[in-house]
């Protein structure tokens, strides 16, 4: 028993254990430093793999939702179409427009694909298998997504073009109107668990009553938090319903009109890379990061899990990119400062009133009526003045 | 350790003098926008280095996810992408460069006055974020209300401003010429 | 209530995508060139020369008129006249196009040359994997690689074929009763001319 026991820990632990066992043939004084080079690889080549099998599946899945195959050419099922999507995209030429702010546009990506790889550091993906435990880990991440607003700017502003302008302009206005509720939304899970850390806040949600685990998206404010958040996420990382700034039938590609080849292979990486960073960040405040559903299947590996739930979360977004159309510029403020604003200050409230209310059936049952009622009622009150039906046709006589 | 700072001290000290000068010297508009983001940017490093954790990320949130953004949409609603013209140097050079020497001065004297007598080998108790939320809520409660009010005034008066003005019954010419 | 609309509309995608995989007919995708679709009859690209028979220098219909030379809009036909004369398909004889050349990269298959044939001589092919890697006339196409059998025609285009067979024929048939009426009442009037002339000549024959 205790064999098969410490099959499965080591199984757990089998990155940490590698690490160490490498940085093991440095000398000491060395011993960190290589530790976390590293990681740092291990993250560098994880989540661009995920990367391109992410590029292959959405194109897949969405196929498929629109009853077409996606592509099927490049190795077997189209698995490698990567591979060729990475070679057209290096060998392309590298046009930078001849009144562009030079400098700034060969900056704009660089700095994309570096804010985004720094708020990996914070992202617990197992057991012991975070870059960096710092005690504003959470604090860390908002912040460095706030920089990437700065290189969308940047894009849209050097290329002196008008659609990448008011593309950009979009893109950012977006983004910042929607950092609000993303923020509020993560606030009640940090509220809950008593710091910014995110290890702390998974460890606190490793717990099981039962088989059953505690994870905050089971609480009726953790569950309005994650949806808000997911929400949030969505529009932070300019992905459908919420595309309208590099939407392709409305601005040309958006803020990234004048660039090509490599350039905008950096853009779609950075992008997607912050999708998944964001993705990740809701699974461990939310969904409880790298623990498992149920506690009979604790021995599978927890990055396995974390993984799982990755790879559940992108197809969920892929999935929503299939069905939902997109939303226009002023649906999307509207909906960010009048319902979501509302809805995460209302579930900060529910949050410190679960805290207060003590265990018991009580809390559950004020919780979600409260979190319920505001919910029907903040729609009723917005969609009072539009009537949306069954659409009625008028023909010219 | 050179001239007893250490190298980080100094790479970020260097990072932060020239994105300031950059700042205060480039033609370009947004150029010195994206300047003064690199000085704000050095500035958190230096928090950071001293250990004030939520000093440092809070200045990335607020100056590099906020202020940074609000002055360059700024400078692109009111100025438009023409590169600015202006001569290098201006007529009063000396009275500015003597105010900022002043400056300069008493600011270096204050710090130099308040750094302790002897170096101490033990750091400072660290300040962590949960001290400085008790901190907010218990002793400094006061003046976080004041600054909750200031910013709702700040928000409201923002609106007020943005709102487009509503159109009167009365004739159109009246209105037209009001507006 | 809020909301509800989309997860209707996630469960009709969700239905979608499941479907999917167990349904084939639900997936409209032809996998080109593994699968292709069947050209309707009415199909055409690029144009080809009949010819009836199984030589295509004799057998070939056109004569050389050059009205689908000066029809067509882009102008990609070009002809040279024969010096020479050959029979058609009713006996008479006809000159024939010693270069009659389409370019089908000018070509923009408008139909025009087939609608202004007298002669049912040029109709229109359905093949369109036509590329070549040769730049400098690779799609310049001569008599011979133009030529293509009634029977071609009628595998690609069945009724209308018929059609213009049925045409020909009677136009032959036609032609040939014109011929016989024409070859008997030359032999009645052969006959009448040959019953005068033994009159005249016993007549004439005593006196010399």
Redesign the interface.
């Known amino acids: 028993m205790s064999l098969q026991a410490s099959f499965w820990n080591n199984l757990d632990q089998v990155f940490v254990l590698l690490q160490h066992w490498i940085a093991g043939y440095f000398p000491v004084g060395l011993q960190s430093a290589v530790g976390t080079i590293l990681a740092v690889v291990g993250i560098l080549a994880t989540f661009p793999g995920i990367f391109a099998l992410t590029t292959v599946l959405e194109r897949k899945?969405l196929g498929?939702?629109?009853?077409?195959?996606g592509p099927?050419r490049v190795g077997p099922l189209g698995i490698l179409q990567p591979v060729a999507d990475g070679i057209k995209s290096l060998t392309k030429e590298d046009i930078v427009p001849l009144s562009a702010?030079a400098?700034?546009h060969f900056l704009a990506p660089v700095v994309l694909v570096v804010a985004v790889f720094l708020g990996y550091a914070v992202l617990p993906v197992g057991r012991n298998m975070v870059l960096m435990n710092?005690?504003?880990g959470l604090?860390?991440f908002?912040?460095?997504?706030?920089?990437t607003?700065?290189s969308i700017?940047?894009a849209g502003?050097s290329s002196?073009n008008k659609y990448s302008?008011l593309g950009a302009?979009r893109a950012?206005a977006q983004m910042?109107s929607y950092?609000v509720p993303l923020l509020l939304s993560s606030v009640v899970a940090v509220m809950i668990t008593?710091?910014?850390s995110t290890v702390k806040i998974v460890e606190a949600q490793s717990g099981f009553t039962g088989i059953f685990p505690h994870w905050y998206v089971f609480t009726p404010w953790g569950f309005a938090g994650f949806v808000l958040f997911v929400i949030a996420a969505l529009a932070e990382t300019n992905r459908s319903p919420f595309d309208l700034p590099e939407g392709e039938s409305e601005l040309v590609a958006g803020y990234f009109t004048e660039y090509s080849g490599f350039k905008f292979a950096l853009f779609f990486l950075g992008e997607y890379l912050g999708m998944f960073s964001i993705a990740g960040f809701a699974i461990t405040l939310f969904l409880g990061g790298w623990g498992a559903p149920l506690s009979v299947l604790g021995f599978v590996p927890s990055w396995v899990w974390f993984f799982l739930k990755l790879l559940a979360a992108i197809a969920f977004f892929i999935?929503?990119r299939?069905?939902?159309p997109r939303l226009r510029q002023d649906q999307l403020m509207n909906f960010a400062w009048k319902f979501m604003l509302p809805m995460t200050l209302l579930n900060l409230l529910v949050a410190g009133a679960w805290r207060f209310l003590g265990d018991g059936w009580l809390r559950w049952v004020v919780c979600s009526a409260v979190l319920l009622a505001a919910?029907?009622l903040?729609?009723?009150v917005?969609?009072r003045h539009q009537n949306l039906g069954a659409r009625s046709y008028r023909y010219a006589d | 350790m050179i001239f007893g700072f250490s190298i980080a001290f100094l790479l970020t000290a260097a990072l932060t003098v020239a994105g300031a000068l950059a700042a205060a010297l480039l033609k370009?508009l947004?150029?010195c926008a994206?300047s003064l983001?690199v000085t704000f940017a050095g500035l958190a490093l230096l928090y950071l280095q001293l250990d004030a954790?939520?000093a440092g990320?809070?200045q990335?949130?607020v100056y590099?996810?906020?202020v940074?953004?609000l002055v360059?949409?700024a400078i692109?609603l009111t100025r438009g992408?023409g590169i600015a013209e202006y001569r290098g140097f201006s007529s009063s050079w000396l009275l500015g460069l003597s105010i900022a020497a002043a400056t300069f001065a008493l600011l270096g004297w204050a710090v130099i006055k308040s750094l302790p007598a002897e170096t101490e080998a033990s750091a400072a108790p660290a300040v962590?974020?949960?001290s400085i939320g008790a901190a907010l809520m218990s002793s400094y409660v006061l003046p976080l209300e004041i600054v909750a009010v200031l910013l709702t005034v700040a928000l409201i008066g923002a609106v007020i401003v943005a709102m487009p003005e509503p159109r009167t019954r009365k004739s159109g010419a009246e209105s037209g010429g009001g507006q | 209530?809020?909301?509800e609309g989309?997860i209707k509309?996630?469960a009709?995608?969700?239905k979608?995508?499941a479907g999917?995989?167990v349904s084939k007919e639900?997936?409209?995708?032809v996998?080109y060139p593994e699968e292709r679709i069947a050209p309707i009859e009415n199909t055409r690209d690029f144009p080809f020369l009949v010819y009836d028979g199984n030589d295509p220098m004799t057998g070939l219909r056109c004569v050389a008129c050059q009205i689908c030379e000066k029809e067509c809009p882009p102008k990609c036909i070009y002809i040279v006249k024969s010096t020479d004369k050959k029979p058609d398909f009713v006996g008479k004889m006809q000159i024939y196009p010693t270069r009659f050349d389409i370019d089908i990269s000018v070509c923009m298959s408008c139909q025009i040359c087939v609608e202004v044939c007298p002669f049912e001589a040029i109709k229109m092919d359905t093949e369109f994997e036509l590329s070549t890697t040769d730049r400098f006339g690779g799609l310049l196409y001569d008599r011979e690689q133009l030529s293509r059998s009634n029977e071609h025609y009628h595998k690609i285009h069945p009724t209308e074929a018929a059609e213009v067979d049925a045409r020909l024929a009677e136009e032959k048939a036609k032609a040939e009763a014109k011929a016989k009426a024409a070859a008997e009442a030359a032999a009645a009037k052969a006959a009448a001319a040959a019953a005068a002339t033994p009159k005249q000549a016993p007549k004439k024959e005593p006196g010399a």
Do not use: C, K, P
């Open positions: 899945g498929r939702i629109q009853n077409r195959l099927n702010d400098a700034v710092m005690d504003a604090l860390f908002f912040a460095i997504g706030a920089s607003e700065l700017f940047m502003w002196r302008l302009m950012v910042i950092e008593g710091s910014l999935w929503l299939g069905t939902l919910y029907v903040l729609g009723r917005l969609m | 370009n947004v150029h994206l983001t954790q939520f990320f809070a990335i949130l590099i996810g906020a940074a953004i360059v949409f692109l992408a962590t974020v949960q | 209530m809020l909301g989309m509309g996630l009709e995608t969700a979608n995508f999917s995989f639900r997936m409209t995708t996998e």
